[in-house]
């Protein structure tokens, strides 16, 4: 229980809060039942992805507030994962290696450690695991070891949002420095001609969202079959999107043999029926350890009719609130948050599907460089983005699904430390 005190601020005591800011008008609840059992997702339109269409579903998921509510394990309670390899033991280019070594990498995650091999042996892939478990490297790295046996392999990576697709080419940047490995994307809200030059020239990657991908086939200016290899990341969360049509529709132009990386975190009806039918003999591998991260502390914020930014406003002006990504359920409601926010003196940034691909990349750097202490967003950041040292997730809407609540809880508590999230209930 979060007794609220504004005149008595505090530093959190306990299980997960202890926050002080006034009295009683609202406060944080926690100690009910826990559930860690999994809900399906609602279909909803796209947001973020290439389109600018927003259909959600028609409703919102009732979730049970007390799923709201667990209480992270300590970091040392947690058995780590004694991988089997070491990335030198596998069968990488030698260039390749080096590159991965100047970064640091020794042990693999889970993900990479099960997957990689069967990856460089060219078997099809189902990789189901958590947000943050390193699974763009898992794929990455095997995939660029093709490239550099056969410089005529090209890839299409697809995924559901911008930040991601540029976060993947980022990546594939850093593990191909001087191994001449070229790669573009093709994203929404970027001006499409400066895509189309660029994809004159041989790019051996090519990654992009499903909308933009389509409109550039129906173009005549990306040609699909010329791809042998196929990723799907975040597989799930593009069929949330209502990127279903678009993904069958880019699948079904790519030659009937070809070798598929198919990502996901959840295993729903509608992804077992697209493995079914566009993988061949796939070998899965899961790494999933719960529905939400062990070392992510959860709890809710009892408003009980206060003014929801003030609320936000106190917590937010606790010291220990160092970084914080606050979700929303509309763009216009993040814009407004955001600007409401920087008038009171916190400096935070916004970023949604009506944002420029320019803005949104400003937004992020910005937060990622600590230039300001807060990012709005919707749920465009709620999946694949790798942002260090995020101290809390506050719902400030609660989410669709309790799918959404996951992978919007992921971004903290990631690289072994452990992270809060709160979330805003009546």
Same mark, same amino acid.
């Given at each position: 229980?979060?007794?609220?005190?504004?005149?008595?601020?505090?530093?959190?005591?306990?299980?997960?809060?202890?926050?002080?800011?006034?009295?009683?008008?609202?406060?944080?609840?926690?100690?009910?039942?826990?559930?860690?059992?999994?809900? !399906?997702?609602?279909?909803?339109?796209?947001?973020?992805?290439?389109?600018? +269409?927003?259909?959600? !579903?028609?409703?919102?998921?009732?979730?049970?507030?007390?799923?709201?509510?667990?209480?992270?394990? /300590?970091?040392?309670?947690?058995?780590?994962?004694?991988?089997?390899?070491?990335?030198?033991?596998?069968?990488?280019?030698?260039? *390749?290696?080096?590159?991965?070594?100047?970064?640091?990498?020794?042990?693999?995650?889970?993900?990479?450690?099960?997957?990689?091999?069967? #990856?460089?042996?060219? $078997?099809?892939?189902?990789?189901?695991?958590?947000?943050?478990?390193? $699974?763009?490297?898992?794929? *990455?790295? /095997?995939?660029?070891?093709? @490239?550099?046996?056969?410089?005529?392999?090209?890839?299409? @990576?697809?995924?559901?949002?911008?930040?991601?697709?540029q976060q993947i080419e980022q990546?594939?940047?850093?593990?191909?420095?001087?191994?001449?490995?070229?790669?573009?994307?093709?994203?929404?809200?970027? /001006?499409?001609?400066?895509?189309?030059?660029?994809?004159?020239?041989?790019?051996?990657?090519?990654?992009?969202?499903?909308?933009?991908?389509?409109?550039?086939?129906?173009?005549? #200016?990306?040609?699909?079959?010329?791809?042998?290899?196929?990723?799907?990341?975040?597989?799930?969360? %593009?069929?949330?999107? &209502?990127?279903?049509?678009?993904?069958?529709?880019? %699948?079904? !132009? %790519?030659?009937?043999?070809?070798?598929?990386?198919?990502?996901?975190?959840?295993?729903?009806?509608?992804?077992?029926?697209?493995? &079914?039918?566009?993988?061949?003999?796939?070998?899965?591998?899961?790494? =999933?350890?719960?529905?939400?991260?062990? +070392? @992510?502390?959860?709890? #809710?914020?009892?408003?009980?009719?206060?003014?929801?930014?003030?609320?936000?406003?106190? *917590?937010?002006?606790?010291?220990?609130?160092?970084?914080?990504?606050?979700?929303?359920?509309?763009?216009?409601? @993040?814009?407004?948050?955001?600007?409401?926010?920087?008038?009171?003196?916190?400096?935070?940034?916004?970023?949604?599907?009506?944002?420029?691909?320019? +803005?949104?990349?400003?937004?992020?750097?910005?937060?990622?460089?600590?230039? #300001?202490?807060?990012?709005?967003?919707?749920?465009?950041?709620?999946?694949?983005?790798?942002?260090?040292?995020?101290?809390?997730?506050?719902?400030?809407?609660?989410? +669709?699904?309790y799918d959404d609540y996951v992978?919007?809880?992921?971004?903290? !508590?990631?690289?072994? =430390?452990?992270?809060?999230?709160?979330?805003?209930?009546?």
């Amino acid at each position: 229980m979060y007794s609220m005190d504004r005149r008595n601020q505090s530093r959190p005591q306990g299980r997960s809060g202890g926050y002080r800011q006034r009295s009683k008008p609202y406060s944080s609840h926690s100690g009910a039942g826990r559930s860690r059992s999994n809900s !399906g997702s609602q279909s909803r339109g796209r947001s973020g992805g290439g389109r600018n +269409q927003s259909r959600r !579903g028609p409703s919102k998921q009732q979730i049970d507030i007390n799923r709201f509510i667990n209480r992270a394990e /300590p970091v040392a309670e947690t058995k780590p994962y004694e991988p089997h390899h070491t990335f030198s033991d596998f069968a990488l280019d030698s260039r *390749l290696k080096t590159n991965i070594a100047s970064k640091g990498y020794v042990d693999p995650t889970p993900i990479q450690d099960q997957i990689i091999e069967h #990856v460089l042996g060219g $078997k099809d892939v189902v990789g189901i695991a958590n947000t943050g478990t390193g $699974k763009t490297a898992a794929f *990455l790295l /095997p995939l660029i070891d093709k @490239v550099l046996n056969n410089p005529k392999e090209r890839v299409l @990576v697809i995924t559901p949002t911008r930040e991601l697709a540029q976060q993947i080419e980022q990546e594939l940047a850093s593990f191909t420095k001087g191994l001449r490995v070229f790669a573009t994307s093709c994203v929404g809200g970027a /001006p499409i001609g400066r895509q189309i030059s660029r994809l004159k020239r041989h790019n051996h990657f090519v990654i992009g969202t499903p909308g933009r991908l389509k409109d550039l086939v129906e173009r005549r #200016v990306l040609g699909l079959n010329g791809f042998s290899t196929l990723v799907l990341d975040e597989a799930d969360r %593009m069929l949330d999107m &209502g990127f279903i049509d678009d993904m069958k529709q880019i %699948m079904a !132009g %790519m030659p009937t043999k070809r070798h598929t990386l198919f990502f996901s975190a959840t295993m729903s009806r509608e992804i077992t029926a697209l493995i &079914g039918t566009f993988l061949n003999d796939p070998v899965t591998v899961s790494v =999933k350890t719960g529905d939400t991260s062990k +070392q @992510v502390d959860q709890d #809710v914020v009892r408003t009980r009719g206060a003014d929801k930014l003030e609320v936000l406003h106190d *917590l937010l002006n606790q010291s220990e609130f160092e970084r914080v990504l606050v979700f929303g359920e509309t763009k216009r409601g @993040v814009e407004k948050l955001s600007t409401l926010l920087s008038k009171r003196g916190i400096r935070a940034e916004a970023i949604h599907g009506n944002k420029s691909q320019s +803005q949104r990349e400003r937004a992020l750097k910005k937060f990622k460089d600590g230039h #300001v202490r807060v990012l709005v967003a919707t749920d465009v950041a709620a999946r694949g983005l790798d942002i260090s040292n995020v101290s809390h997730v506050i719902n400030y809407d609660t989410p +669709q699904t309790y799918d959404d609540y996951v992978h919007r809880i992921g971004r903290t !508590g990631r690289a072994g =430390k452990t992270g809060k999230a709160l979330t805003f209930v009546g």
